[in-house]
């Protein structure tokens, strides 16, 4: 079973716009045991598109369009499609009532321009959006599968899981493929590889291991081909043994970000957190608050950027700034208590580091970051030594502080 | 003249690897005024890349390949073309002798393994790469032109401006095609389109416009070619036509964040400023501070999630919290006065709305939000309403209130 997925839109081919919208995709079908045989980017040109159609039908059952789905004049999927498949445009009444209802909602007159978003192909099924005012539509034509989609990569996503992916798994017989994940924290993909290198050896030849490293955290994924159902419980075999080898590096099982695990933990302890970012600048803060629900655990943070502020806000005293200086074991402790006698919640973290490019020392290079994180019983500091990208810092600055935190909840820090 | 890259590697269709490559070569195509024609991103599977050189050749001049050159089995591109092109590899003792150096460097031996990356396709050019082990190729057969470069972004980056960029320009007489980007916060991208609507109807063939919507900030791009050298003034007079019409929406010239430009105001203004975030949750300070240098104009914030974090580091009234809610005129007002008080910046930003899923009432439904920004002296207050979802509001309402800050240290708000 092969798929194509054709991304459409002259901002892509210029670089404006770095096409992720197609490694979301990829993993979904790596995922369904679909195979992703290609991927093409063209421009806004109704030729182009044409082109990309007939070549990725003569090798894909599933081909799915994202972007030009717009008002505006650029935007020429839908047209294109609706020349490619014969068909003519027709104005649904449900997508019209509800895009009138959102510019109502947003105290917005609805544009005549929009009105050509509600006119949907007569011959396809509409794939409703209800994040945004670009609709999907499903065609099929010999066997073929024709998705389109919009660009906007959350409204792509909300469409494809919502809509596109049940459709999918309907429709189609996919083989039989088994998929554990665990997300693990506090080590890198090489050191994880060392401890795995054996496991990795004694694999049945129909299970894979894939590494797949985001910043802060590496997630690991099993996949279990074979026609019998004892492939789920030879990858779950497979997934226990990894989880004794890793111990506390695993944070969760199945695909879980570090934040919502975490916000598992305090909810259970019935417990509370606050923060104290120096470096990170909010960024640990707003993996909090990024979880839905965050608020019954999150108090707030201070974001102490300046020395004025650390003072000010955390009790930071002037002489350890001035004799120590901000990224000091000292400046954390001080930080983290502070913040705890301030917002009195259960849980602490304080960070400061230097995320660059700018402001390394010899002794402090970019890239140094002081973690605190406790109670008011009890604190524990580490130094880190991470990367010499500034984003790339503040990512794992976050994470490093999130995961401290986590092992503290369960004991296992001293 | 049009080019097509193809960007080759199976970790790519299965979602494990972001294709960041083909965005930055679009950028270094489209400023030498080169039309890149279409991506194509395959498998590690010579049979896919030779379809695609074959492909490639029939529309364009230029074909760019990257990727499939590493020392392991699934590395067929070095394979594949010397087949295609009927050809031979013999051994670069010059490449040989620079890759034995940098293992001992590194206190690693040398594998037979890595030898193969030290043959070179006979009837090609070689072009060193001098940042790692895979070495480019540049191909030439009836006046196209084919390049083979390393997947690894900065080695591809590298190789491409030391040897691609040059070599192209000295082969090659380019035509001339001009950009001019607008960058717009405060209205949608229909709002503008229906601004632009005329203005789109008198353009000159060519050049054109595109709308570039992302979450917070539409992005405008006229693109102008000819062959006289009037193009770039062309383009000049059309991107003014624009501001003028567009006044206060345009927040810069050439590609620029929202909080990079309020970052050279404040600089300018010798200004600094810090935020009191509530449903944002930190992303405001984030965006602040993922500017380098950001140090020198932002001090800090409380993120104030609870109303207890409220009353306690922002001084917010019980009884305003109890009455009105937290999601009020009053209550931005009062976490705005509180911060200033305790920050002493010159500007501040307090945000309280709803981001979601939950806690929306028919009164303030999920994507209320309140924005209050300002001087101890003044203050001004808005209300508005987004969108039904939790992470896009929250990167809504950080664009909305950055944005009402701009306007305010402009003048414009009254």
Redesign the interface.
């Known amino acids: 079973m092969k798929a194509t997925v054709i991304t459409i839109g ?11 919208n ?9 995922e369904l045991g679909v ?9 806004d040109s109704s030729e ?1 598109i044409v082109d ?1 159609l007939n ?1 990725a039908k003569s090798t894909s059952k599933i081909v799915l369009l994202t972007g030009g789905l ?5 935007d020429l999927t839908k047209k294109t499609l609706v020349e490619y498949f014969n068909t003519e445009l027709v104005l649904n009444e449900e997508v019209w009532e509800r895009m009138k209802q959102i510019f109502e ?4 007159e609805v ?1 005549e ?2 009105r050509s978003q509600a006119m949907i192909p007569k011959d396809g099924t509409m794939l409703p959006n ?2 945004g ?1 670009a609709q999907g539509t499903w065609f099929e034509r010999d066997g073929v599968v024709f998705v389109s989609l919009p660009g ?1 990569p ?1 409204e792509m996503k909300h469409v494809m899981e919502a809509q596109v992916l049940p459709r999918l798994r309907e429709k189609f017989d996919f083989p039989k493929i088994v998929h554990a994940t665990l997300m693990t924290a506090g080590a890198g993909e090489s050191v994880i590889a060392g401890k795995l290198s054996d496991f990795e050896a004694q694999l049945p030849a129909n299970i894979k291991l ?1 590494y ?1 490293p985001e910043l802060g955290v590496v997630k690991l994924r099993l996949t279990g081909s074979g026609d019998t159902d004892d492939i789920k419980a030879a990858v779950e075999e497979q997934k226990q043994k990894i989880k004794t080898r890793l111990g506390d590096l695993v944070y969760a099982e199945g695909e879980e970000k570090l934040e919502v695990t975490i916000g598992k933990l305090l909810l259970e302890q019935k417990a509370t957190v ?2 104290a ?1 120096s470096c ?7 993996l ?3 979880v ?4 019954k655990y ?9 020395y ?3 003072e ?2 955390l009790g930071v005293n002037n002489t350890t700034l001035n004799t120590v200086g901000a990224v000091s074991h000292e400046c954390v402790a001080e930080m983290l208590s502070g913040l705890l006698l ?3 919640t259960t849980y602490g973290i304080a960070v400061s580091g230097i995320a ?4 390394g020392t010899p002794d402090k290079p970019v890239g140094t970051v002081w973690i605190a994180v406790g109670t008011n019983e009890k604190q524990v500091i580490r130094r880190f030594q991470f990367f010499p990208s ?2 790339e810092n ?1 990512r794992v600055f976050a994470h490093a502080a999130l995961n401290m935190l986590r092992l503290f909840m369960l004991g296992k820090l001293q």
Chains 1, 2 share one sequence.
């Open positions: 002259d901002e892509i081919l210029i670089g404006q716009t770095i096409d992720t197609s490694a979301w995709i990829g993993q979904k079908f790596n195979q992703l045989h290609e991927i093409i980017s063209c421009g182009q990309a070549r717009g008002p505006t004049k650029d909602k947003r105290g917005k544009l321009m929009n209800m994040r005012t906007v959350h894939a797949l606050s923060c970012e990170t600048g909010g960024f640990v803060s707003h909090f608050t990024s839905p629900g965050s608020s999150f108090e707030g943070s201070v974001i102490s950027y300046s004025d502020i650390k000010k806000l301030r917002s009195g660059g490019p700018d402001g500034r984003m503040i």
